[in-house]
């Protein structure tokens, strides 16, 4: 069945760069997209950027300047990269997927919480 | 950006009340409007889609409709296992979501 698993430091010290995988299991890479969402506890949703099945990418703009999504396919790894992290990027970070052209996001992974302090 | 607003924030209502949320776009969306339920510690799960489609396995006691700017979600009885926050989502452009709704027990 179609699963999605986050991983990564919990805390990142602020300004520096917070590094998580997401690793998919019953579907390809290829096949689905993968996007990056996060929430700050008790609060929203806010999307972040996808990997397209062809291996393109797309960013919130207000995250642009220091976002990377990218894939390693034979490992049905997603890996999403920010720098120069604050307080205010404390947030829990999801990975979804989402059949392309849908615009749903169908499949969450469980979260990874994310500090930022010294 | 479009901006999502839902209302109200917060939600209390009986078990088989028939409870209807909003979420409201800052521009037209042509139905390009999913929702959510979040329950307590967990991640989102997809309810409906394209305003009104039934995601699979999710009780018929859901249902979604809207269009425009205005979309609306509605549980026909509520259970107790519906306690949770909803989210609507649109994706007529780069996806937003709205702030929530907390929908709980009175």
């Known amino acids: 069945q179609v699963q999605l698993k986050e991983s990564g430091p919990g805390l990142v010290q602020p300004s520096q760069t917070l590094s998580l995988t997401c690793t998919v299991s019953?579907?390809?890479?290829?096949?689905?997209?993968v996007h990056w969402v996060r929430q700050p506890t008790g609060k929203g949703l806010e999307w972040m950027g996808v990997?397209?099945?062809?291996?393109?990418?797309d960013y919130n703009s207000a995250l642009k300047s220091r976002l990377s999504i990218s894939r390693d396919t034979s490992k049905s790894q997603v890996f999403l990269k920010m720098n120069s992290l604050q307080t205010e990027d404390i947030a829990t970070y999801y990975c979804?997927?989402?059949?392309?052209?849908?615009?749903?996001?169908?499949?969450w992974g469980q979260g990874v919480m994310v500090t930022v302090s010294s | 950006d479009i901006q999502m607003t839902q209302s109200p924030s917060l939600l209390s209502a009986s078990v088989g009340d028939r409870v209807t949320l909003s979420c409201k776009a800052s521009q037209n969306i042509y139905k390009y409007l999913n929702w959510y339920q979040q329950k307590l510690g967990e991640a989102p799960k997809l309810l409906i889609y394209y305003t009104n489609s039934l995601q699979t396995g999710i009780p018929s006691r859901f249902s979604g409709s809207g269009s425009g700017t205005d979309y609306t979600l509605t549980i026909s009885s509520l259970q107790p296992e519906d306690v949770a926050t909803y989210f609507c989502q649109q994706y007529n452009s780069w996806p937003t979501f709205g702030g929530g709704t907390k929908l709980e027990l009175k």
């Open positions: 990997i397209w099945t062809g291996g393109s990418t």
């Open positions: 979804a997927s989402e059949l392309p052209g849908t615009g749903y996001f169908d499949y």
């Open positions: 019953g579907f390809s890479l290829t096949s689905y997209n």
